[in-house]
């Protein structure tokens, strides 16, 4: 498997700097920059943390998570984000939460405002939250029934006037769409959990909604795969009054 994992890491070095050559390098802000300083390996895990940076929506995320507060980042692998979300306002506690105990070494970075713990999102406690965000973590979780089953742990989890931000694949564009399903079906799998495939539970818009408000969850989306190549889109979720 690790000859299987070096061969994803040369086809996907590969298609990302054709990717660059004909769109051109990506412009990253001066503060996603200061954290991708703290990822600076030499390694996989540093060119793996500049295509997230690039590619993910963190920026679009900063301006919706309480500028202070306990925000709980449940699936945080490397702490990307938790990290650069401590950055951006010291009056956050950013607790992130990651199954990999591997990747929470990654992730901890002593940045006084962060802490980082082993659980399983579906087992594991989730602290009383003003922020609870799941970036790219419901799909692959083993089922519909999981997915529900964690969102209501963090509906019972959020502190009055609290918000729950899901950053989840859209099923449009639909090219787009596909990319997303193939890395997410494979190319993860490969890289990360040691498996040649693994299922995705992907859920379109009007899905995701229904489910929202059955849980009386009002919701803003946001599309926010403008000139990435995969399609993220950002659920906004507040408990009805």
Request: aromatic residues 16%; proline residues 3%.
């Amino acid at each position: 498997m690790s000859i299987l994992r070096q061969i994803m890491i040369f086809l996907l070095r590969t298609f990302f700097n054709f990717y660059f050559f004909f769109f051109g390098k990506p412009k990253i802000s001066c503060s996603l920059k200061k954290v991708l300083s703290l990822y600076e390996t030499g390694g996989f895990e540093e060119f793996f943390s500049f295509i997230r940076v690039w590619d993910a929506p963190f920026e679009e995320i900063e301006k919706v998570v309480p500028k202070k507060g306990v925000i709980t980042d449940l699936g945080c692998g490397e702490g990307i984000l938790t990290n650069f979300l401590a950055f951006s306002y010291s009056e956050r506690k950013l607790i992130g939460i990651e199954i990999d105990k591997e990747r929470i070494i990654q992730a901890d970075k002593k940045i006084p405002n962060t802490s980082f713990r082993y659980g399983d999102v579906t087992k594991t406690s989730i602290p009383k939250s003003d922020a609870i965000i799941l970036s790219h973590l419901l799909h692959h979780l083993s089922s519909y029934k999981q997915q529900e089953k964690v969102l209501v742990k963090c509906q019972k989890s959020l502190n009055k006037g609290g918000c729950l931000i899901i950053i989840e694949v859209d099923t449009r564009p639909f090219l787009k769409y596909i990319v997303s399903l193939l890395t997410d079906y494979f190319l993860v799998p490969w890289l990360f959990d040691r498996k040649i495939y693994e299922r995705a539970y992907f859920r379109n818009r009007k899905d995701w909604t229904s489910l929202f408000n059955k849980y009386d969850l009002i919701v803003k989306i946001a599309s926010a795969h403008r000139g990435k190549p995969f399609s993220h889109i950002i659920y906004y979720l507040r408990r009805a009054e």
